[in-house]
């Protein structure tokens, strides 16, 4: 599978299929829209290419909204191809993006990848102020000459499957039916697992930002201590701390975070963080009871082994918790 990441110089050699979404996760609804572009390339004997988008559009849009990636951009290439793509457009949402009309997002896919067919979601919209829904892009097909196929949700017990309802089963600790709804193996690229360790407890962090990796080792930290779904929201506060660099930034906010708990005898369970080049972290608290047994009594956050990384896109780290 060829990427793209930027237009292509000249049109390609071939008409294409394609299809349009971020796509994190490629769950079992991804997989329906992603699967029906490539069999509809192929029975007309056109390419068929995904586009993308990266960083995801809401945190561009919404900054303090820190998504929860359910894959890293790599992940979901892979994941693509493996689905039968012949070629994967990353674009690069930007508020410049963000601003153009739906038809001039739409033009260039028609004069360089040659789009004769488009294949998209039952919700999906593009272009500013969600100009390009539906019967935008149908009218739009007739003027410019491709066809659009509109795809129907995939629905499992009821409900439909999306991105924002695997990320509540992983925050309510359900791994298995997340699983289910992914139909892959996403223990990788979950935002923090429980490691082994010769020491205490260990666990690996990971983020697209360095406010989400702050967000979700919060959100790690009390998941090892109980059940975070069972954790009622009831009050809310204001953290701030310094340190001259991230590592001690992030103990420091980790362990003001404990001390709180002890405080107050409440659990947390959501988090936003913004965090300043001088090294100033303000976050936002919200917690209350936690209404199921505590696992782990977590005394404090260490400096053991800790190093923040950054690569392909996401920062990382493993965190060592005295109990």
């Known amino acids: 599978m060829q ?91 930007s508020h410049a993006v963000s601003q153009l009309s739906a038809r001039e997002f739409v033009r260039p896919l028609v004069e360089k990848f040659r789009m004769r067919d488009l294949v998209i979601g039952y919700d999906f919209t593009l272009g500013h102020n969600r100009q390009g829904n539906a019967d935008y892009l149908r009218a739009l097909g007739d003027e410019w000459g491709f066809t659009l196929e509109v795809v129907p949700p995939v629905m499992v017990g009821g409900e439909i499957v999306s991105s924002t309802r695997i990320r509540k089963l992983l925050s309510a600790g359900k791994h298995d039916e997340a699983e289910q709804l992914l139909a892959h193996s996403s223990l990788a690229t979950l935002p923090y697992e429980e490691i082994s360790h010769t020491a205490d407890v260990a666990l690996r962090v990971h983020g697209r930002t360095l406010e989400s990796l702050f967000v979700n080792a919060a959100r790690g930290m009390f998941a090892l201590m109980t059940d975070s779904s069972q954790i ?77 990384v950054e690569h392909g896109g996401m920062f990382e780290t493993t965190l060592v918790f005295d109990i």
């Open 3 to 93: 990427i793209y990441r930027e237009l292509p110089a000249t049109p390609l050699s071939h008409d294409t299929t394609l299809t349009i979404g971020v796509f994190d996760g490629v769950h079992l609804g991804h997989q329906a829209l992603i699967g029906e572009a490539v069999r509809r390339a192929r029975d007309s004997h056109r390419l068929c290419g995904v586009l993308t988008f990266d960083p995801h559009p809401v945190e561009v849009l919404a900054p303090n909204a820190h998504i929860r990636y359910l894959t890293t951009i790599d992940a979901r290439a892979q994941l693509i191809e493996q689905l039968g793509a012949d070629f994967l457009y990353i674009i690069h949402f």
């Open 232 to 308: 009622a929201t009831e009050s809310e506060f204001s953290i701030e701390v310094d340190a001259p660099d991230h590592e001690s930034l992030l103990v420091n906010w980790l362990n003001e975070l404990l001390f709180q708990h002890e405080m107050s005898e409440q659990m947390f369970c959501d988090f936003d963080v913004s965090i300043t080049s001088e090294g100033h972290l303000r976050g936002t608290v919200r917690g209350g009871t936690a209404h199921a047994e505590i696992r782990k009594h977590i005394k404090a956050v260490t400096f053991h082994d800790l190093r923040i």
